[in-house]
Nanobody, 121 residues
Framework: QVQLVESGGGLVQPGGSLRLSCAASEDIFRFNHLGWYRQAPGKERELVARITRVGGVNYADFVKGRFTISRDIAKKTASLQMNSLKPEDTAVYYC???????????????WGQGTLVTVSL
């Protein structure tokens, strides 16, 4: 079973930094893309950043210039470096991957269990 496991969440003060990591159980080239979503209390889950199979990246407007997504192919990980954190960045952050499934000529969404990021004094 394909798994994505997040790590790196925690409590940080406003203006601080955190680095989230997502470890895949499969070769990351098996995914069309890997990315990070977040869900704050009472709000819908939203895309934060995504990196495609060929290395293209895109970011939500609210994190541009502050967050950076990257990947390590050998380690099968996708990371999210978060700088200049704000209280409104507080949320559960989920790793997401769109797994290519040749047998169905399609893809499946895979989610991690989530990691909590709290930005507070």
């Amino acid at each position: 079973q394909v798994q994505l496991v997040e790590s790196g969440g925690g409590l940080v003060q406003p203006g601080g930094s955190l680095r989230l990591s997502c470890a895949a159980s499969e070769d990351i080239f098996r995914f069309n893309h890997l990315g990070w979503y977040r869900q704050a209390p009472g709000k819908e889950r939203e895309l934060v950043a995504r990196i495609t199979r060929v290395g293209g990246v895109n970011y939500a407007d609210f994190v541009k210039g502050r967050f950076t997504i990257s990947r390590d192919i050998a380690k099968k990980t996708a990371s999210l470096q978060m700088n200049s954190l704000k209280p409104e960045d507080t949320a559960v952050y989920y790793c997401n991957g769109q797994l290519i499934v040749p047998s169905i000529k399609g893809s499946l969404e895979v989610w991690g269990q989530g990691t909590l990021v709290t930005v507070s004094l």
